[in-house]
Nanobody, 115 residues
């Protein structure tokens, strides 16, 4: 069973930066794509950014130019560098990974941006 453990959330002022990390462990198969989603109170979970095993990336329009997703395949870890944070970025951020025919979610980490 693959476990995804996120870290790096917290409280930051608008304009500030945070870096989220998500480490995957326990997979016998190679981790394929990894992604970050977020869910704000009263809203649906939405894709923030995704990255394939070879480094191709995709971003939500709302975070383009501010967030950067990257990964270290040797550590099965994905990162989300978040710059120029806005209050509307406040949400629980979830890591998701795909391996073989399976997928899984992390437990989530809270990001709060104060105005």
């Amino acid at each position: 069973q693959v476990q995804l453990v996120e870290s790096g959330g917290g409280l930051v002022q608008a304009g500030g930066s945070l870096r989220l990390s998500c480490a995957a462990s326990g997979s016998r198969a190679s981790i394929n794509a990894m992604a970050w989603y977020r869910q704000a109170p009263g809203k649906q979970r939405e894709l923030v950014a995704a990255i394939t095993s070879v480094g191709s990336t995709n971003y939500a329009d709302s975070v383009k130019g501010r967030f950067t997703i990257s990964r270290d395949n040797s550590k099965n870890t994905v990162y989300l560098q978040m710059n120029s944070l806005k209050p509307e970025d406040t949400a629980v951020y979830y890591c998701k990974a795909w391996w073989g025919l399976r997928q899984g979610w992390g437990q989530g980490t809270q990001v709060t941006v104060s105005s």
